[in-house]
């Protein structure tokens, strides 16, 4: 698999935000830097999306950013080169959270459902 900066900064997305989710959890979580990045609101790079500032928590948290546990950086590697290769789900979420958080811009989102133990919303507004 060759490693683009693409793959590397959806793979670490989908590790930091969904390695604890099944495989269609990650899908989901992958496609919504997808869809932020054709999504005239957001940056137009997967890279650009995963690191713009306070968009993804892990970005944030102050926790370390290495993937250190191997088969979860597999499976997010293969998650990610699946969905660059257009392999998504079909959903237009452009936002999500855990279960267990009650964030302030879920309400003002049409909700699309729950995947695994991620909420996901499409930002329908002409605001971020």
Same mark, same amino acid.
């Given at each position: 698999?060759?490693?683009?900066?693409?793959?590397?900064?959806?793979?670490?997305?989908? @590790?930091?935000?969904?390695?604890?989710?099944?495989?269609?959890?990650?899908?989901?979580?992958?496609?919504?830097?997808?869809? %932020?990045?054709?999504?005239?609101?957001?940056?137009?790079?997967?890279?650009?999306?995963?690191?713009?500032?306070?968009?993804?928590?892990?970005?944030?948290? *102050?926790?370390?950013?290495?993937?250190?546990? %191997?088969?979860?950086?597999?499976?997010?590697?293969?998650?990610?080169?699946?969905?660059?290769?257009?392999? *998504?789900? *079909?959903?237009?979420?452009?936002?999500?959270?855990?279960?267990?958080?009650?964030? @302030?811009?879920?309400?003002?989102?049409?909700?699309?459902?729950?995947?695994d133990g991620h909420y996901f919303y499409t930002n329908d507004t002409p605001y971020k």
């Amino acid at each position: 698999m060759m490693m683009t900066p693409a793959l590397l900064c959806l793979a670490t997305a989908v @590790y930091f935000e969904a390695r604890g989710e099944n495989h269609m959890g990650q899908m989901a979580v992958a496609q919504v830097v997808v869809n %932020r990045m054709h999504d005239n609101r957001y940056p137009d790079t997967i890279c650009g999306v995963v690191w713009e500032p306070k968009a993804f928590s892990f970005t944030h948290d *102050g926790k370390h950013e290495r993937m250190i546990d %191997r088969e979860s950086r597999s499976k997010a590697l293969q998650v990610a080169k699946a969905t660059l290769d257009g392999e *998504g789900l *079909g959903i237009t979420s452009t936002h999500y959270h855990t279960v267990s958080v009650s964030p @302030y811009w879920a309400k003002h989102y049409k909700l699309d459902g729950r995947v695994d133990g991620h909420y996901f919303y499409t930002n329908d507004t002409p605001y971020k």
